[in-house]
């Protein structure tokens, strides 16, 4: 893999323009995915915060789905927040009866498992494989995971408060996945980390 | 939003931050915000690809024809639609009403939109929407405008646009004006930025954040006459981050389809192949009304200070 990975954001809804600014700052070169043809030319993908149903039924909608489940199922690396850890999940629970997901990691998610916006939070989270101190987790109407499979890594769980020890970070070899937003912080680790795996690939 | 914004110091969760309100909106980029009145109606909606629903009583075309004062909904109305679907869930207060506000607070909605097309309640004062945990967002028909409004405590920004009329000539004309205030302030100099504070009747800091970023610091959507897929792809190709779309889908002829084009058309709003494709056997779209020809008493535009 060169230097310089090429990553692609995929812009069908939510806060592309955040990941593009901190995969940027973390040493990539990114472009937006919304057609088949563009996911064609890119090394790894971040599935962006968002809401998982708009996505799902855009990536059907468009013949995205089977293309980026084929992408992943070879081995592209991939990152999700919240509703890309969503997309990311091989099952989710509270979705909608006819919501898609990429699949590929060995998990199963629940939708906006801490509640409405009213419930959204910020809060110190310790992760695995990111030195430094605490990442700071911003969770909005976030999912967490509700169990995880042997294939996957459980990186962080939440460290006080209602939802103590839930699951909000796994990693499955070359698949990354958080309920929060690092991409809402300015702290670049997170994606630094996943630009390093699509490097290290 | 800003990233340069500190990080809170507690170990202990907090909600109700600047970062998560603001956080919430940047999640709805892209997307489209459809003004509901039943749960059978938010469900096509959500089928539809919406990113969240507008829950009302009356759509503002109804609110137009029916006339007496526009009121925040009924809570079992907002509760029933709330059930139906699992997207976010706006309402909306009226102006300066924090009591309606506090009651869509407590009924969990996950935005406030503290609306001019409801009467207003406060001729003088906005909700002071710092004061709560539910964010809000807020009309504009200029920047200095939408910086009170965020200087009060909205962590998300609609051009107002003339709703209920199915024209989308206001929405143009208030998206054009706020983007092209934020680019005129980026070529100001740090001494005139004072005066600019002072022209546009907003708060220095604020002013200063447009300047340096080139955008506002919270998130930018369209509302307010958005009819059709074109529509809605014109006020993203104009700068938007979104759009809202309130009488334009249920007062057309098929509302599932109709709602389902605005969400591609505003995904692929610079591609002019797919909204021809997702424009075709739309049937009829809202009739719609000229600007012109609507009295100063009917322009809720004006409404907001």
Same mark, same amino acid.
């Given at each position: 893999m060169s230097?310089?990975?090429?990553?692609?954001?995929?812009?069908?809804?939510g806060d592309v323009r955040e990941h593009s600014a901190a995969l940027a700052a973390a040493g990539a070169s990114v472009v937006p995915v919304r057609r088949v043809g563009e996911l064609a030319g890119v090394d790894a993908l971040v599935l962006p915060g968002g809401e998982s149903t708009t996505m799902s039924n855009l990536a059907v909608a468009f013949g995205l789905l089977e293309p980026l489940r084929e992408r992943i199922a070879a081995g592209m690396p991939a990152y999700g927040s919240c509703a890309g850890m969503i997309m990311l999940a091989d099952k989710i629970l509270d979705g909608r009866d006819d919501q898609e997901t990429i699949g590929g990691i060995d998990m199963i998610v629940r939708r906006n498992a801490f509640g409405r916006q009213n419930d959204s939070f910020e809060a110190p989270v310790d992760l695995a494989g990111v030195d430094g101190g605490p990442v700071h987790g911003v969770f909005i109407r976030a999912p967490w995971v509700e169990s995880v499979g042997a294939r996957a890594e459980v990186l962080a769980r939440v460290g006080s408060g209602p939802a103590e020890g839930r699951v909000v970070a796994v990693r499955q070899g070359p698949l990354?996945?958080?309920s929060f937003h690092p991409e809402l912080t300015g702290d670049h680790?997170?994606?630094?980390?996943?630009?390093?795996?699509?490097?290290?690939? | 939003? *800003?990233?340069?914004?500190?990080?809170?110091?507690s170990d202990s969760p907090e909600t109700g931050t600047a970062r998560v309100k603001r956080g919430m909106a940047e999640q709805l980029k892209g997307g489209v915000i459809m003004d509901v009145v039943t749960p059978d109606q938010a469900k096509i909606a959500e089928d539809a690809g919406a990113v969240a629903v507008m829950a009302l009583e009356r759509v503002p075309a109804d609110i137009r024809r029916d006339g007496g004062v526009a009121r925040m909904s009924d809570p079992d109305m907002i509760d029933g639609i709330i059930k139906a679907v699992s997207i976010p869930v706006m309402a909306k207060s009226r102006i300066g009403h924090f009591v309606e506000a506090q009651v869509l607070q407590a009924l969990g909605v996950d935005y406030i939109d503290e609306s001019e097309v409801l009467t207003p309640a406060d001729e003088v004062?906005? *909700?002071d929407k710092w004061a709560f945990t539910t964010p809000f967002v807020c009309g504009a028909t200029n920047l200095g405008e939408a910086l009170r409004r965020i200087a009060e405590g909205a962590a998300m920004i609609r051009s107002k646009g003339e709703a209920g009329t199915g024209n989308v000539v206001e929405a143009v004309r208030h998206m054009r004006q706020i983007r092209s205030e934020i680019r005129r302030l980026t070529t100001l100099d740090d001494t005139e930025l004072y005066a600019a504070a002072k022209e546009l009747r907003a708060p220095y800091e604020l002013v200063k954040e447009v300047a340096t970023l080139g955008k506002l610091p919270v998130v930018l959507f369209s509302a307010g006459g958005v009819a059709t897929p074109a529509d809605a792809a014109l006020m993203m190709q104009l700068g938007a981050e979104g759009v809202f779309v309130g009488s334009g889908i249920f007062k057309s002829g098929d509302p599932?389809?109709?709602a389902a084009a605005v969400v591609k058309a505003t995904t692929f709003y610079d591609d002019p192949d797919v909204i021809a494709k997702v424009s075709r056997g739309l049937?009829?779209?809202?009739?719609?009304?000229?600007?012109d020809e609507l009295p100063e008493s009917q322009r809720y535009a004006n409404r907001g200070w």
């Open positions: 230097a310089t990975p090429v990553i692609g954001v995929l812009a069908l809804q990354l996945a958080t680790r997170v994606h630094r980390l996943f630009v390093e795996m699509v490097r290290s690939r | 939003m *800003s990233t340069a914004s500190p990080l809170p110091s004062n906005h *909700s599932a389809k109709r049937g009829e779209a809202m009739v719609g009304i000229n600007c």
